[in-house]
């Protein structure tokens, strides 16, 4: 079981000896996409549910930091943050939030000044969580700037760290610090989850899962009419609210039961699932939204009929927008092609699983 570690662990008490002039670092981090849907929190971050997702191989934030020792000492972190080479200050205010959160747990940051620039793999507004890719990155950054300020730190606890920085930016980031099955959020036959930074899935995987495609139906790619932060709190009143907290424990124990035997069926079953009961969420929050497009719900009965047809592994989810995600083992990758056909005016977004 791996190590378990507090809020209190993750803050920093010691002084710096010394400053550096200038620092920079350059990382990475991918997407992912949820499988058991985080949907509904509590406090700071704190899931309302444990959620299970798959990291994306191609699709990253690429993020560039400099950092030059400011002779102010500033009480709050100055920065700028350029997008695809352009400043963004839509970005910098939620970028503020999330220092400001995380000031306990790295007070080093405010002894610089800071530049960022970052960009993505993957086309804007194309249904991949950006924000997870991105608070993801800058928190692996953060997490750079730690270890060469403090060497010696033990590289698990890190490794969570860089995890639980991310939550504080964006929920869904935290399982985007690491690669392959990751779970946030504390669920009771999965030890070691917790609430505070994702785990990878502790159990071995069947080897019909290890290689997994996730190609994404660009079916809209305006930006979303209701945000996932007040999706979330939409869930607070939310009279399914306590249907949704027990049915998602036993969604979770079926999946992944089902990733460790190899049962592809009920995994494609769980997971559609969960992609419909997240929308059916919204469709039923007060106020009603649907993000769901006319083109998803025909994709999706055609994927149904497709599969009657074929008997192929197709699977679909969707994450809080209208594009679908076509989630199949690679040996129905000729399957997934002949099923993309019927679509040959939809641009796809062809990812795999890392
Ligand atoms: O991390 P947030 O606050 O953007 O919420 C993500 C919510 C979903 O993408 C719908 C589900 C999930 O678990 O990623």
Redesign the pocket.
């Known amino acids: 079981m791996p190590a378990h570690f507090t809020e209190e662990d993750f803050q920093i008490h010691r002084t710096l000896d010394s400053i550096p002039g200038n620092w920079s670092a350059k990382t990475e981090a991918p997407s ?1 996409i ?1 499988l058991i ?3 509904g929190k509590k406090g700071l971050q704190i899931p309302m549910n444990a ?1 299970l ?1 798959f990291t994306l191989s191609r699709s990253k934030t690429v993020t560039q930091a400099e950092a030059v020792r400011s002779n102010s000492g500033s009480e709050k972190i100055t920065f700028k943050f350029y997008f695809e080479g352009k400043r963004n200050k839509q970005f910098e205010k939620k970028i503020q939030i999330f220092f400001k959160r995380i000031e306990p747990y790295a007070p080093y940051l405010n002894h610089f000044e800071w530049t960022f620039r970052s960009k993505n793999t993957f086309p804007h507004s194309s249904g991949i ?1 950006s ?2 890719s991105g608070f993801a990155a800058l928190a692996k950054i953060i997490i750079q700037l730690e270890q060469y300020l403090f060497p010696g730190i033990n590289r698990d606890f890190l490794a969570y760290k860089t995890s639980f920085l991310a939550r504080l930016g ?4 935290a399982r985007s610090t690491a690669s392959g099955i990751q779970i946030w959020g504390k669920h009771e036959s999965i030890p070691g989850s917790n609430d505070l930074y994702a785990i990878d899935f502790p159990f071995p995987l069947h080897p019909d899962f290890h290689q997994m495609h996730d190609w994404i139906f660009l079916l809209d790619t305006a930006t979303k009419t209701v945000s ?2 007040r ?2 709190a939409l869930i607070d009143n939310h009279p399914f609210k306590p249907g949704r907290i027990q049915s998602v424990k036993k969604q979770l124990d079926k999946l992944s039961i089902a990733l460790q035997q190899g049962d592809t069926e009920t995994f494609g079953q769980i997971i559609e699932e969960e992609a419909l009961t ?1 929308h059916a969420l919204m469709m039923s929050s007060h106020p009603a939204y649907i993000l769901m497009k006319p083109e998803t719900l025909d994709m999706i009965l055609k994927l149904w009929n497709f599969r009657k047809q074929t008997h192929a592994k197709l699977y679909f989810t969707l ?2 927008g209208a594009n679908l995600h076509l989630i199949f083992p690679q040996k129905d990758l000729q399957n997934a092609i002949a099923f993309a056909k019927q679509f040959p005016e939809i641009k796809i977004i062809k990812d795999e699983i890392l």
């Open positions: 992912n949820a849907k985080y949907w959620s997702s969580a924000s997870a964006s929920g869904s980031a996932s932060t999706g979330h997240l994450d809080a």
